[in-house]
Structures are given as structure tokens and as C-alpha cells.
């Protein structure tokens, strides 16, 4: 019996998962800390990720940095968009070692996402902005649904 007090169990998924997921352009970042260019990192709580299929990119993530121009009264992240234009890169290495960039072609906040994610799990990701320093995500990577 699981009370509100006691761990919730965490599901993960084996290597082989991972490895078809990423394979098939089906997986999903999860975000747990954020590393800006300047200043401090940070612990992320929530649900912050980015989602990859074949033919969609959907990111939920928080920025913090720097902008060098942009309009003053936006509220929202830069990183929190949806996209269906893109295009992938995909290398492996023989360690199981995985290099994705992933380049949105219909919004051009964004120049790219560079992930590097590992069969084991973990995972993180490279934020190139056009008119904001970059951030980084360190997380990990699991099977879309």
C-alpha cells in the first residue's frame, strides 16, 4: 500500500527500450537541471521535457539567460513550443553513445537542440539560440508512448 508520505515507484526502461526508441525517433527528455551560460544552475521541479517523434518536436522547457533583443513584454519561454517542420541528425558511436541535433525550420528562436543521450539512460542536451545565450539540460531519456 503506498501512502502519501512513502517514494512513488520510478519505471524505467531497459537499454534495448531506450536504444529502439531512439532508433525510431520516438523518445522523450526529461529535464532535471538547468545550466545557463551565465550564472548558477539550477534544480528543475516539474515536468520539464522535450518530446521527439518522427515528425514532431514538442519542448516544454524553462530559459534562463541573457537575450540580446526579442520583444520585452514576452512571457513565455522561448523554449516552450511545438514544431512539425525539422530536421534530424542522428550518429551512434560503438558505446552506445548517441549525438541527435534536431533543427526546427518554423521557428527561429531556436537553432538548434544538440542531445547527447546514453543507452543507460542518462542524457543531455544543448540549447543554440538565435538572439539568447545558450543553456544546457542535464536529464535523462526514455520511450515515448
Known sequence: MQTACSPAKQV???SEEIVQAITNDNWVFVADRALPQRGRSRNLTGQYEVRCSRDTLIAHLPYFGRAYSGPITETRSPLDFKTTDLTISKEQNDKGRW?????PKDYREVQ?????????????LNV???SRSPISFNGSVKPGK
Open 12 to 14: 524505467t526502461a531497459s
Open 128 to 130: 543554440q539560440l538565435t
Open 112 to 124: 538548434s537542440f544538440d542531445f547527447i543521450l546514453f543507452s543507460n539512460g542518462s542524457a543531455q
Open 99 to 103: 549525438k541527435i541535433t534536431i533543427s
